[in-house]
């Protein structure tokens, strides 16, 4: 990509040519966070000058229902309204101002109802989306009389707006015979294509998503994508016009859901020896007003609960909490983080309470191959591989120990050092979603086209399944065209999430064409008059038994066609061996783990509050990259937006459940000043048989969760200014919240 890139040619949603006639939307969102509708007054919005039509409810033709997971989530507000932000009406217009002056002259009276944002109030009223789940290892009841020492405590994490660079969008453009072809900023085209079938009552086959790439969507497009492209549908449908919606960055991030907040609390017991013997966990996920993704997004929280630690004794509970909020969503690392970020709390109390550096329990109990997790799956893991590593090429010690001469030698600037080893999960943990199909086109003059169900996002996704394809043709990338992915080419895909999209889509890419590869060598065994096993094709040449032969790609692929033998092939891949019993809460859900040490060091200045992270040196386990421009390029983002997450991104809705953080002046993400001036990636190669794609491991999201070491080394440093301070876990610690933890009693 980074060619059409560079030259401003790369197409977004709004890159792409409208047609003639297209009219434009805006949507009218409540201005309230619970309450039931007594008036909508459009009659004046109606009249004013470019509004063709003004959509409720009532103009929905079938269900008015965009639940993904949990049918309960209204596409237009029907009677009542559950979050500020909810859409109410949609008014199109011949032009993006019209319909946005239209929204203003629309009045609405709603009867208020009790607003709840807290997450442990909405479990204490009963406010549950879905029952509460455990996960369980060992016997936590007997295990505290053994331990000898125990700390108790509640951590607080808060959400996280995606940012993506380009907002929310869609275009929809009616088809003959009532068909619609609708362009999405979507990370999943067939839930898009689904859910407008629903809501317009059609079958799915006259529904065509087509998505070229997407500036960014971290899990914000997962699921939340498909709102605004049904609203065009719907307007589309009945106006029988092309009908685009780009949303404005206040409207996205007042409309759609972030990361889940969580409030959680722990319990952690140690022996003598610093073994965590017990660890029991209970996370109140602040879902919002409907399911979206949260049961799933729990789920990954209780999944993630130990982090990369074996703990023989746990018992971790999670609750899915009803708030009027909007819908929370996916966010990079899934619940995963919510659920680390406790783990990593409690060993962090612990080692206050004994005075030792949190990296000792750390260190001491990290996953070893055969240990168990709460969920029973084994582990194969690279936990002490990965610490090791970083140990020997950074050396830890070391760096600790100019932490502390910096801090012995300085008064009002202290440094803090932190260490985050990780453990992530690669599949769905929702097992039938890990499937993925990819076609494959071989043309007569030897070029090829790959289409897969893998929506590119910034990830690089794209350049592997053509690295995919190239390498196992052995022909030049630039025969080959990745194409937009789009559901009449590839049906029932599985969102691009999860990490997983260039294992799936790869694998099922490197099927299907070693299926066409296979048919080529018998063309040419045939028509070189030789054994199957002797030919090879490398770099578009044909080769018999390691000789050269005249034969070339191109001239072997047009003899396949005069034979009309196939050269096209649809392959499905599946990965074998994962399975999860979701009444026992014990399986094998995960294809493999992705481990990997970060050590962070920050400076803080402790007059100001202020700080800066100096470094991130990593160790990660790759397995064996199949791009290292990308996967470093993937560490280097995900930590950056995890240090966001944990030290300056701060959410705020008010008790009324209004967003305050609601634009770039009072939301702040890290720029370029903010960054660390440091970062090494550096990387645990391995050449298991992994389930990976060419055994290069899934990258997308656990990055991310090494940004959690800025807090703990934000913390650190505090410490070492005010060695009697109580810091309450509370994340995202803001220079606000470093400078009262400075001087807490001022
Ligand atoms: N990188 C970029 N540049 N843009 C994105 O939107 N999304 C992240 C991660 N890296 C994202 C990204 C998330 S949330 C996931 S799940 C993975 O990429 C998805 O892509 P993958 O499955 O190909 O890793
Ligand atoms: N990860 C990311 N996205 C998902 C998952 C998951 O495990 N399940 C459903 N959507
Ligand atoms: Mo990523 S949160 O699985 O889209």
């Avoid at 509004?51 to 103009?59: E, G, L, N, S």
């Avoid at 680390?340 to 612990?350: G, L, N, R």
């Avoid at 997308?700 to 959690?708: A, D, N, Q, S, V």
């Amino acid at each position: 990509d980074s060619y059409t890139h560079l030259r401003g040619e790369s197409v977004y949603l709004d890159d792409i040519p409208m047609t003639n006639g297209t009219l434009f939307c805006a949507v009218f969102d409540s201005p309230i966070a619970h309450g039931k509708i007594k008036l909508l007054d459009t009659a004046e919005a109606t009249t004013m000058a470019g509004v063709v039509r003004i959509f409720t409810a009532a103009d929905i033709p079938g269900e008015n229902q965009i639940g993904g997971i949990i049918p309960d989530e209204e596409l237009l507000a029907n009677t009542h309204v559950h979050f500020c932000g909810m859409p109410i009406a949609l008014v199109v217009a011949t032009s993006d101002e019209a319909a946005r002056a239209a929204i203003k002259k629309i009045k609405v009276e709603i009867d208020p109802l009790p607003i709840i944002t807290d997450p442990r109030e909405a479990k204490g009223k009963g406010e549950l989306i879905i029952p509460p789940r455990t996960f369980q290892l060992g016997d936590t009841t007997n295990a505290w009389s053994k331990c000898d020492y125990i700390l108790e405590g509640q951590t607080e994490t808060n959400g996280q707006e995606h940012l993506y660079i380009e907002t929310q969008g869609a275009y929809a453009v009616p088809q003959e015979n009532g068909a619609f072809r609708i362009y999405s900023s979507t990370q999943g085209p067939t839930a898009v294509q689904r859910t407008v079938a629903r809501v317009l009552n059609l079958p799915m086959n006259q529904v065509e998503v087509d998505t070229t790439r997407l500036g960014g969507g971290f899990g914000g497009k997962e699921d939340q994508a498909t709102t605004w492209a049904v609203l065009c549908a719907l307007a589309s449908y009945h106006l029988k016009k092309p009908v685009k919606y780009s949303l404005h960055r206040m409207e996205d991030m007042r409309m759609t859901g972030k990361r889940h907040p969580y409030s959680s609390d722990f319990k952690i017991g140690l022996s003598k020896e610093l073994k965590i013997l017990a660890y029991e966990a209970t996370f109140y996920q602040n879902a919002g007003a409907a399911a979206d993704l949260s049961p799933a997004v729990m789920e990954r929280t209780l999944f993630h609960c130990n982090n990369t630690y074996f703990i023989p004794n746990v018992k971790a509970t999670a609750f899915c909490c009803r708030t009027n909020l909007p819908p929370n969503t996916a966010f990079r690392g899934f619940g995963g983080p919510q659920g680390m970020f406790v783990i990593e709390a409690a060993i962090t109390k612990a080692a206050d309470a004994l005075n030792i550096p949190a990296s000792e329990i750390q260190q001491k109990n990290l996953l070893q191959t055969g240990d168990e997790f709460p969920y029973g799956q084994i582990a194969d893991s690279e936990a002490n591989e990965c610490w090791n590593k970083a140990d020997e090429q950074f050396n830890i010690k070391e760096l600790q120990k100019g932490v502390d001469e910096f801090n012995a030698s300085n008064k009002n600037h202290k440094k803090g050092l932190a260490i985050m080893p990780i453990c992530f999960g690669i599949s769905f943990t929702k097992t039938l979603m890990n499937q993925a199909r990819s076609l494959v086109h071989v043309y007569t003059d030897g070029s090829v086209g790959v289409s897969t169900g893998a929506v590119e996002m910034g990830q690089g996704v794209n350049t592997k399944m053509l690295q995919v394809a190239a390498s196992v043709f052995s022909i030049d990338p630039s025969k080959i065209k990745i194409n937009t992915t789009n559901t009449y080419r590839i049906a029932n895909t599985s969102p691009s999430a999860a990490s997983a999209t260039a294992d799936l889509n790869g694998i099922a890419t490197e099927i299907a064409c070693t299926t066409i590869l296979q048919r080529l060598k018998e063309v040419a065994a045939e028509e070189l008059k030789t054994e199957l096993s002797s030919v090879e094709i490398k770099n578009e040449r044909i080769y018999i038994d390691g000789k050269a032969t005249d034969w070339d790609w191109n001239k072997l692929v047009m003899a396949a066609y005069v034979k009309r033998i196939s050269l096209s092939e649809l392959a499905h891949y599946t990965p074998p061996g994962i399975h999860f019993d979701a009444t026992k809460e014990k399986g094998h859900p995960f294809a493999y783990h992705v481990y990997g040490t970060s050590i962070t060091t920050v400076t803080v200045d402790c007059i100001r509050g202020i700080y800066e992270v100096d470094a991130v040196k990593v160790v990660h386990d790759f397995g064996k990259s199949m791009n290292t421009m990308i996967d470093i390029g993937q560490c280097e983002g995900g930590i950056v937006q995890g240090i966001g997450w944990m030290t300056m991104e701060e959410i705020i809705y008010d008790k009324e459940g209004k967003l305050r953080s609601n634009a770039l002046s009072t939301y702040k993400v890290p720029d370029i000043y903010s960054v660390p001036k440091e970062i090494t990636i550096q990387s645990l190669t391995t050449e298991k048989n992994n389930l990976a794609i060419f055994r290069s491991k899934a990258v997308g999201e656990p990055p991310l969760m090494y940004g959690i070491g800025a807090y703990f080394a934000l913390r650190n440093a505090v410490k070492a200014f005010n060695p009697t301070t109580v810091i309450p876990f509370d994340a995202p610690m803001t220079p606000e919240k470093v400078l009262m933890s400075l001087y807490p009693n001022t």
